[in-house]
């Protein structure tokens, strides 16, 4: 059975997540935010009044999921199918978002398309072996620096996701950077007043934290900008969290010899895809989802 999730099912659900702490650090985030009941698009799957599966399904179509049978898969596949946002960017550990995809893939549509992503660690003893000398220091960006970072992310979005989020939705790609920004998510280095390097310091749990949106200006790159400043924000963060970890295409060579060049090690692999739209084929009668 899928049902919707609720605030009462926050244990259950981090008791879910819990064995595995990188692969979930974004899901285990969220429902400790207490998103469970406020935010919409939480559906659990129950076997014999155990929770076995969890799929979020953001409102853009961002999904993650966390599966511990595997009888959970083509029901939560088919509950997505039916949701009035629906999964278009799915992502996670490769062993949980194959099978989901191989049970979605006939309701989703055509495919943007689909990647193999090493997500790197970097903890106190491998960071240590490498760590470079750098003067650098990145530093949570301020409010005038709105415009620059949400224009160097929508590049980066360009080049890593193949679309231009920001033209798609212009005022709510930029709201969304300004409330980053206040929420001290987007760090920056800079020279001479300009931003050569930025990150976004995403979800974080006891264990790990987990960097996005990686980005040097494309006139700038080569220089050391990428390393110095990645450096600084591993730094930074090691010091109150024992694990730092980032993802990225595994086609991405220079940015994959910057992770492993300030300490970071592969440890398993996301897979990921992106549909060109979110309105899934459709799906037949179905089921309606329990309430």
Known sequence: MVRELRAGDRARVLALLEPRPLQNVLLEHVVRMGALGRVPGFYGFESSSRLEGVLMVGALGGTALEVRDPAAFAPLAEAAAELPAR???????????????????????????????????????????????????????????????????????????????????????????????RQRHWWVLKERGRIVFQVHVGPESAHVVQLGGVFTPPDLRGHGHATSGMTSIVGQLLERLPAVSLFCDEANLPARRVYERVGFNTVFHYRSWLLESNAALAPGQGRQLER
């Open 87 to 181: 999964p278009r960017h799915i992502i996670g550990a490769e062993e949980i978002t194959t099978p989901f995809w191989a049970e979605y893939a006939r309701f989703g549509g055509p495919l943007r398309w689909v990647r193999r992503e090493p997500v790197y660690v970097a903890r106190q003893e491998s960071f240590d072996a490498c760590r470079r000398w750098t003067t650098a220091r990145v530093v949570p960006a301020l409010e005038g620096d709105l415009e620059e970072i949400a224009e160097n992310s929508a590049e980066q979005h360009r080049e890593d996701l193949k679309e231009d989020r920001a033209a798609i939705d212009p005022e709510g790609f930029r709201r969304r950077h300004a409330s980053e920004l």
